[in-house]
């Protein structure tokens, strides 16, 4: 039986007890719809992790990994199996996020934005070999065309991954991160004070 240190095991009940419960659920509903409305409609970005940011940024890393997860393995039961393979994508979406809101960049959508960016190239890193060496880079999403077209230009499959994800995920993550900025500061102040993180968006 594995035995987690006493401060992980704290911090982990701190993210994941009282208000956190309902609002990992609301995440993991967030990430799932919007998800496959993208994916159906065929726009080229995800907008998949909406709710694992907010959740990070008001929760915790944890708790957003948790969110995450169970977004994705949702979706591959009820949609596509190949969702559930991307939960380690998931898991640096929400530790990296964590780790940015711990540092206040989300008080300001000018510090915000930019670790978007740093997300969208960790992301697109983690995804690649994923997507290429189970899925040969098809996995139903809006974005295949881009691999379909680096492959066409005689790219290979690893590489037609990599660049996809290049060319999507830092836009992708950006708005992400801009979407989840602009929802946090519309939050009223007698709701954000009750979040295991609120000083990750309220100052002192």
Known sequence: MVKFPHRLKSSIKHETSGIAIPF?????ALNLSLGQLTALIKLPFYFDSIGTVLVAVLCGPWAAILAGSVANIVSSFMFSPTWVFFIPTVIAIGAFTGFWGRRGFFRRWYTAVPGG???GIIA???SAPISAYLFS???LGGTDFLVIYFRAVGKSILESTFLQGLASDPVDKMLTYLIAFLILKRLPYRLLIRFPR???I???
């Not at 990992?24 to 993991?28: D, E, H, Q, V």
């Open 137 to 139: 880079g098809i996995t």
């Open 124 to 126: 697109a890193v983690i």
């Open 117 to 119: 960016l740093v997300q």
């Open 24 to 28: 990992i659920a609301f995440g993991a």
């Open 198 to 200: 609120h000083e990750n």
């Open 202 to 204: 309220l100052t002192t």
